[in-house]
């Protein structure tokens, strides 16, 4: 991926939605560094797999576990399974995501429910059940957010309050697991070329951003929309020791997007 500047050897990183996207290169830049990577993913296990294909042959371990965050119990029995084969953790990223892009005022009580079970029951689970097998070892834990929170997109009311919800825990937990040597931030990216962005334009048209990335990129002062790579630099900048003395804070990486 180039340009990796931070030591993470002997560490262990859970990932979560990492079989593709901002995930994925989290998962490989943080192999790429030297960490062992828990390789998370709700449906395609072939797309894990070769996840965890990279993370070995950059000469580190590879864990590929399911589960559907939108149900306590997957989410329970993910954490038991990490305990039992990996035996702690230093690096959370709560980077997976799921819900229905349609108007608030559309949204189906499921819609509402399952959007905040996959973001923010979740969220709370993997802190609960990380928090124990990062004791002793300057853990880190990363929130992925989005630009939604702070500017309307079409389609994202439900998805925004949830990402919203999740800024806050991350500003909450940023100050209680400090005095547990746990740096807790979070990174919320503009658009980023991915399959959940062009399915979220192709659904809904976009609003004013549109559907091509084109167009995005013009709507961005940086002139381009960003790789997945590039937010994966500022996750890894928040697990290093470079990052210890931000506490809570939401990082933005949007490329000027927000600003105009």
């Not at 262990?12 to 062992?36: C, N, P, Y």
């Not at 980023?192 to 559907?211: C, H, I, K, M, Y």
């Not at 937010?231 to 804070?249: H, M, T, Y």
Request: glycine residues 10%; charged residues 25%; hydrophobic residues 45%.
């Amino acid at each position: 991926m180039g340009g990796v500047t931070y030591d993470f050897a002997g560490r262990v990183a859970l990932v979560t939605g990492s079989s593709r996207g901002i995930g994925r290169a989290t998962a490989t830049l943080l192999a790429e560094s030297g960490a062992d990577v828990v390789v998370h993913y709700r449906r395609d296990e072939d797309a894990a797999r070769a996840v965890a294909a990279e993370v070995e042959r950059c000469g580190r371990r590879g864990f590929v576990v399911r589960a559907d965050l939108g149900s306590s119990e997957e989410v329970a029995a993910m954490m038991d399974t990490v305990a039992r084969d990996v035996g702690h953790l230093d690096v959370l990223v709560a980077n997976a995501a799921a819900t229905a892009f349609k108007p608030i005022r559309e949204l189906k009580p499921h819609n509402v429910s399952r959007t905040l079970e996959t973001i923010v029951h979740s969220f709370v689970a993997l802190v609960q059940g990380a928090v124990p097998l990062m004791k002793q070892r300057r853990g880190s834990i990363v929130t992925v957010s989005g630009f939604d929170t702070v500017r309307v997109i079409a389609g994202h009311g439900m998805l925004a309050a949830a990402k919203s919800a999740l800024e806050t825990m991350t500003r909450y937990l940023g100050v209680e697991l400090a005095a547990e040597d746990i740096a807790v931030n979070g990174v919320m990216p503009g658009m980023v070329d991915t399959d959940s962005a062009r399915t979220w334009a192709e659904r809904t048209g976009g609003g004013d951003l549109g559907q091509d990335p084109a167009t995005w990129a013009r709507r961005t002062p940086r002139g381009r929309v960003a790789a997945p790579a590039e937010i994966a630099r500022i996750v890894a900048f928040l697990c290093s020791d470079d990052a210890r003395w931000l506490v809570g804070q939401t990082i933005v990486a949007d490329g000027g997007l927000t600003l105009v």
